[in-house]
């Protein structure tokens, strides 16, 4: 039986569905105001895996990512680069879209954007008006948080400890812990009509009125950064649930946030590592646009995006995921085993790994044992991975199980003498042939390994060729301040007949290669 971290109970819980054989996401996506960066990749590869890994166990499931295309820091950017905030938005949007295509996250049914709901939006505002929840000041609209006896169940915090909206929007509210539901326009900011008058919406609203048109007034799992327990989710929580009276999500399942390698474990003394509930320690070294992190379509140009998915499963998604681009190549150096499995067992099987057809559903993979020791050794790794990926999702622990799995098939290989055609018994290339299909069959439920990479060193011959370059650089340098120009010399005209260019600038020398 799957079982799931609940962070609404602080523990672990059997996973019953609302509606038995369907299951409903939602997973708070960007706000779209500059290019997207690693950290927005960790929620939709995440979810995409779990969505993947529920679909294989028998559940219909819709998944929905929503998109906020409306937003303070959207209108000051906007303003900042002398562009509508629609354009911003929609290049943003554009952005964010290859960015997670790349990553194979191509589960998601449904990408709402605020803008194109504000009609349900202020319908939904309306009815908390109407019950007493919710009222007008000067065209705004703030949620009454004295109304609601629940309101900090989530985050666990008592009204006396929350702060809310500063400057003029605090002279309006009733309480400094009321939050705005719908913002009056501003001159020059975008804006709709409303019966309170032009404006657009407040930040939490977006959510509670989109995932109940696409998911109903209660749905399954509620998903997004431990970031966002409070205010967004917390506020979520008490709109949703006032406006219905019914709970809004049964599970609220909350990823680590993504952090610079230098800055874990240098939290007030706290190793980042340990704290895997812990907000305030994973704030502080948390990857953000405005901490310049770099964007995610320059990663893309120098490692595979099957490494990087890789990377980011290969820790329990409640941690914290320690973070560099060293801890990427060293994910692309152990990828490395895996691709050289794939040839081998082409070149022994006659097949490409990549053509296997796995069992789509966990019933199905149940009934193909065979009886072989290799087929019952890799029933065992099958068990194994399944049992980590029921207790909430241990992605990490299943790659775990994968990199076992590999061992055992090359070992298997080896004993077997199976690089020798001479030696190969059809009954034994079959069996093995059966065991690559079981570690497929799981690979496939994380996303992994579904087609060959295009062109898998390319990222890594690009690092080699740089590296290279780098080194007869400093050679040339070190042949010019001891006046050895003749090296030097030689060196530029061999490169260039390779059709590499030399610059020599103030403290550095450039290269590049020639226009054909």
Same mark, same amino acid.
């Given at each position: 039986?799957?079982?799931?971290?609940?962070?609404?109970?602080?523990?672990?819980?059997? /996973?019953?569905?609302?509606?038995?054989?369907?299951? *409903?996401? %939602?997973?708070?996506?960007?706000?779209?105001?500059?290019?997207?960066?690693?950290?927005?990749?960790?929620?939709?590869?995440?979810?995409?895996?779990?969505?993947?890994?529920?679909?294989? =166990?028998?559940?219909?499931?819709?998944?929905?990512?929503?998109?906020?295309?409306?937003?303070?820091?959207?209108?000051?950017?906007?303003?900042?680069?002398?562009?509508?905030?629609?354009?911003?938005?929609?290049?943003?949007?554009?952005? %964010?879209?290859?960015?997670?295509?790349?990553?194979?996250?191509?589960?998601?049914?449904?990408?709402?954007?605020?803008?194109? =709901?504000?009609?349900?939006?202020?319908?939904?505002?309306?009815?908390?008006?109407?019950?007493? %929840?919710?009222?007008?000041?000067?065209?705004?609209?703030?949620?009454? +948080?004295?109304?609601?006896?629940?309101?900090?169940?989530?985050? =666990?915090? !008592?009204?006396?400890?929350?702060? *809310?909206?500063?400057?003029?929007?605090?002279?309006?509210?009733?309480?400094?812990?009321?939050?705005?539901?719908?913002?009056?326009?501003?001159? *020059?900011?975008?804006?709709?009509?409303?019966?309170?008058?032009?404006?657009?919406?407040?930040?939490?609203?977006?959510?509670?009125?989109?995932?109940? #048109?696409?998911?109903?007034?209660?749905?399954?799992?509620?998903?997004?950064?431990?970031?966002?327990?409070?205010?967004?989710?917390?506020?979520?929580?008490?709109?949703?649930?006032?406006?219905?009276?019914?709970?809004?999500?049964?599970?609220?399942?909350?990823?680590?946030?993504?952090? &610079?390698?230098?800055?874990?474990?240098? +939290?007030?003394?706290?190793?980042?590592?340990?704290?895997?509930?812990?907000?305030?320690?994973?704030?502080?070294?948390?990857?953000?646009?405005?901490?310049?992190? #770099?964007?995610?379509?320059?990663?893309?140009?120098?490692?595979?995006?099957?490494?990087?998915?890789?990377?980011?499963?290969?820790?329990?998604?409640?941690?914290?995921?320690? %973070?560099?681009?060293?801890?990427?190549?060293?994910?692309?150096?152990?990828?490395?085993?895996?691709?050289?499995?794939?040839? #081998?067992?082409?070149?022994?099987?006659?097949?490409? /790994?990549?053509?296997?057809?796995?069992?789509?559903?966990?019933?199905?993979? !149940?009934?193909?044992?065979?009886?072989?020791?290799?087929?019952?050794?890799?029933?065992?790794?099958?068990?194994?991975?399944?049992?980590?990926?029921?207790?909430?999702?241990?992605?990490?622990?299943?790659?775990?199980?994968?990199?076992?799995?590999?061992?055992?098939?090359?070992?298997?290989?080896?004993?077997?003498?199976?690089?020798?055609?001479?030696? #190969?018994?059809?009954?034994? +290339?079959?069996?093995?042939?059966?065991?690559?299909?079981?570690?497929?069959?799981?690979?496939?439920?994380?996303?992994?390994?579904?087609?060959?990479?295009?062109?898998?060193?390319?990222?890594? !011959?690009?690092?080699?060729?740089?590296?290279?370059?780098?080194?007869?650089?400093?050679?040339?340098?070190?042949?010019?301040?001891?006046?050895?120009? &003749?090296?030097?010399?030689?060196?530029?005209?061999?490169?260039?007949?390779?059709?590499?260019?030399?610059?020599?600038?103030?403290?550095?020398?450039?290269?590049?290669?020639?226009? =054909?």
């Amino acid at each position: 039986m799957i079982r799931v971290y609940n962070t609404l109970t602080k523990s672990k819980e059997p /996973f019953q569905p609302v509606r038995e054989g369907r299951v *409903g996401i %939602y997973l708070c996506g960007p706000t779209v105001y500059k290019p997207s960066h690693i950290g927005h990749m960790v929620g939709p590869v995440i979810f995409d895996t779990i969505k993947r890994y529920l679909s294989y =166990n028998g559940y219909q499931v819709t998944l929905v990512v929503n998109i906020t295309d409306v937003d303070d820091k959207l209108i000051a950017e906007s303003q900042q680069c002398g562009l509508p905030m629609a354009e911003l938005a929609s290049r943003m949007t554009e952005d %964010y879209m290859r960015n997670i295509a790349a990553l194979g996250v191509d589960s998601i049914d449904h990408f709402p954007r605020c803008t194109e =709901n504000i009609d349900e939006i202020i319908r939904f505002i309306s009815t908390l008006i109407e019950r007493g %929840y919710a009222y007008q000041a000067d065209g705004d609209v703030y949620f009454d +948080v004295a109304k609601d006896a629940d309101y900090g169940k989530l985050s =666990n915090r !008592d009204r006396d400890s929350m702060q *809310g909206e500063g400057g003029e929007m605090a002279q309006r509210k009733r309480s400094i812990a009321d939050f705005a539901l719908w913002k009056s326009a501003k001159p *020059g900011e975008p804006a709709w009509d409303s019966p309170w008058g032009k404006g657009r919406p407040g930040w939490h609203i977006e959510c509670s009125a989109m995932s109940r #048109r696409l998911l109903g007034e209660t749905f399954d799992i509620h998903g997004g950064g431990l970031d966002l327990v409070f205010p967004h989710h917390e506020n979520e929580i008490a709109q949703s649930e006032c406006c219905h009276g019914r709970p809004m999500a049964k599970y609220w399942l909350h990823n680590g946030l993504m952090q &610079a390698s230098d800055e874990v474990g240098k +939290v007030g003394g706290r190793n980042t590592r340990l704290s895997e509930g812990d907000i305030e320690s994973q704030q502080t070294g948390k990857i953000s646009k405005s901490k310049g992190s #770099r964007p995610f379509r320059e990663l893309l140009e120098e490692f595979q995006p099957e490494t990087i998915r890789f990377f980011l499963l290969s820790t329990h998604y409640r941690r914290p995921i320690d %973070y560099s681009e060293g801890r990427l190549k060293e994910t692309e150096t152990a990828l490395d085993a895996f691709y050289r499995f794939f040839k #081998r067992f082409e070149r022994i099987s006659g097949q490409s /790994f990549y053509s296997l057809a796995p069992p789509r559903s966990r019933t199905e993979g !149940d009934r193909q044992a065979g009886t072989e020791p290799i087929d019952q050794a890799a029933a065992e790794h099958r068990r194994r991975f399944l049992e980590m990926m029921d207790d909430d999702f241990n992605t990490g622990g299943a790659i775990g199980v994968l990199f076992e799995f590999l061992r055992l098939l090359n070992k298997y290989c080896d004993e077997e003498r199976l690089d020798d055609p001479a030696r #190969r018994q059809p009954h034994v +290339v079959a069996a093995l042939s059966r065991a690559a299909t079981v570690f497929r069959e799981l690979a496939m439920t994380l996303g992994l390994f579904r087609s060959a990479p295009k062109d898998a060193t390319a990222a890594g !011959d690009q690092r080699i060729v740089q590296g290279l370059m780098d080194l007869i650089i400093r050679i040339r340098a070190e042949a010019r301040k001891k006046k050895d120009f &003749a090296t030097a010399d030689a060196i530029r005209k061999a490169l260039g007949d390779l059709g590499i260019v030399l610059e020599d600038r103030p403290g550095e020398t450039l290269w590049s290669m020639k226009p =054909n």
